[in-house]
């Protein structure tokens, strides 16, 4: 049986993952026990909050290093996907630097767009990768005000206000700027595809 872990930290929403993965017969161990992380066969780097604190935990605890330093399947989620990228303009912060990307925040033009993008919304696959290609074109669900623009590294794109990163892909490194554990059956795939990689 695959050992699932999901990293524990002051930004993890990992209640709700631990509910999806349960859903698909799987359990995980939450865990910030460096050990653990590499020794796990997948590791779900969830998060909602905010980036300048999530990254001043990560680098007081030493996870910042040890996420990037994983060479098994790694997925970030949500706020996951943000401090994989180099900086965010969310408090002005470097992050981990896995995805050569900074991280904008999306401003408002008028009434039509919400800020923060909240709710259900398209998915355009552009690079497959890990996602199933029948996703395209189906919902998913979001909530944030930041986002990762379109890069070499980008697997799906969503358009709001601007097109950009729904989910990235690097080596063993995978992330999605959605919420799969709430996004219903659709979310479902992606968190198996995941784990059957």
Not at 178 to 183: G, L, V
Request: hydrophobic residues 40%; charged residues 20%; negative net charge.
């Amino acid at each position: 049986m695959a050992q699932i872990a999901i990293v524990k930290y002051n930004a993890g929403n990992n209640f709700s993952v631990l509910c999806a993965l349960r859903r698909l017969g799987v359990d995980a161990v939450v865990t910030d026990d460096p050990a653990q992380l590499r020794d796990a066969d997948k590791v779900i780097f969830p998060g909602v909050g905010e980036a300048a604190s999530a990254m001043a935990h990560l680098r007081s605890t030493g996870l910042d290093r040890v996420i990037a330093s994983l060479a098994q399947p790694v997925l970030g989620i949500c706020i996951g996907q943000q401090l994989m990228c180099r900086y965010s303009e969310e408090g002005d912060v470097d992050c981990i630097g896995i995805f050569d990307a900074d991280v904008k925040r999306f401003k408002s033009v008028g009434n039509d767009f919400k800020i923060p993008h909240t709710g259900w919304d398209t998915l355009s696959v552009v690079n497959g990768g890990f996602l199933p290609k029948e996703i395209s074109g189906r919902y998913v669900y979001y909530v944030h005000s930041y986002y990762v623009p379109v890069i070499p590294d980008t697997a799906a794109i969503t358009d709001y206000i601007v097109p950009f990163s729904a989910a990235l892909h690097r080596d063993n490194f995978y992330a999605t700027q959605f919420h799969p554990e709430k996004s219903g059956s659709v979310g479902e795939s992606v968190l198996k595809s995941f784990l059957e990689l």
